[in-house]
């Protein structure tokens, strides 16, 4: 996409409230018919990002471009409803008094020919046309955001933006409609910008990610990437649970109870944090007091005892207290596995799994 103009461009965006910053040098690059998630924990600033791109929030510095021309730095503002941008939120805003047909085509502009048929057309795309003369209050969940959808869509913006529009729904329904309304924005060749703190979410929809924390943006790309190249430890834990171990570096080497991990380019005498995700600790069973042979790709088994086990659905937790120190590891297995308390197991972590950061203060496991 490098020779390709972006749909949507902001480039370092600052914002603050009462001397306090809440978006901090915030950048990044939206394209026709792509997705980009705005992911992070509530209060790091992604709906503030969201209210300065549509017009109705101004930042204190920085600028927002839309198909190559500026709409807004500190001195030119496009007003809100020149930027062609579509919006949605957590509250479907439909206005109740008015019909569904009502609602869609409001603020819809054109003749009342070209207007009506603009509407049914989306009616029929979000699959509500037999809805037209209904109320909100008459349809469900799911059929009101595709209602709001409808009528985001229906002057065709350019850009939408979308502010954690399905967190209202229920967990049944909520797969199907993200899907069915990723579909139509591609259709409709939107670039989307959609805000969630889900990190789920932002997996299953985006085609790229930017993991805001603080104000900034931490780290951006595919979801894959960010998924398995994270840039720190609370990167690693935002997306998944995780368990820590701590080491100190000697010789580009860090030893501990699961054997040696690499640690190449980190200074001697350095503590480090290797943190492995529990899906990937491997469990194996006792032999009168002994464990698996050592393997280079699973290093040193460590000897675990079995807390609690529980069955999550389609996989099963097991918590254990390791017997080196007494810390708590945490690893799930497919299916059901459920190992009984005080059960003696061995568990060696893959190293290709691992991550391997700076140490910082706090407990040896999370």
Known sequence: MADRTPRLEIKNL?????GRVVVDDVSLKVYPGQVTCLL?????????????????????????????????????RVPPERRNIGLMFQDFALFPHLS???????????????????????????????????????????????VALARALAPRPRIMLMDEPFSGLDNRLRDGIRDETLDILREEDAAVLLVTHEPDEAMRMADEIALMRAGQIVQQGAPYN?????????????????????????GALTDTPFGQFLTPGVPDGQAVDIVIRPQHIKIDFDRQGRGPNPTPGDGTPALGVVQRARFMGSESLVEFKMAHDGS??????????LPSEGQNLWLMIRRDRCFVFPARQGTSTA
């Open 100 to 146: 569904v047909f009502e609602n869609v085509g409001f603020g819809l502009g054109g003749d009342r020919a070209k207007r009506a048929a603009r509407i049914r057309e989306m009616l029929v795309r979000v699959g509500l046309a037999r809805f037209e003369t209904s109320l909100p209050h008459e349809l469900s969940g799911g059929e009101q955001q595709r």
């Open 328 to 337: 708590i590891l945490r690893a799930t297995v497919p299916n059901v596995f």
């Open 226 to 250: 960010i998924y398995n190249a994270p840039v720190d430890r609370d990167s690693v834990s935002f997306f998944s649970d995780i368990n820590v171990i701590r080491g100190v570096v000697q």
């Open 40 to 76: 992070g924990p509530s209060g790091c600033g992604k709906s503030t990002t969201l209210r300065m791109i549509a017009g109705v929030e101004m930042q204190d510095s920085g600028e927002i471009w839309v198909d190559g021309k500026l709409v807004c730095d500190t001195v030119t």
């Open 14 to 18: 600052v914002r603050r409230y009462d």
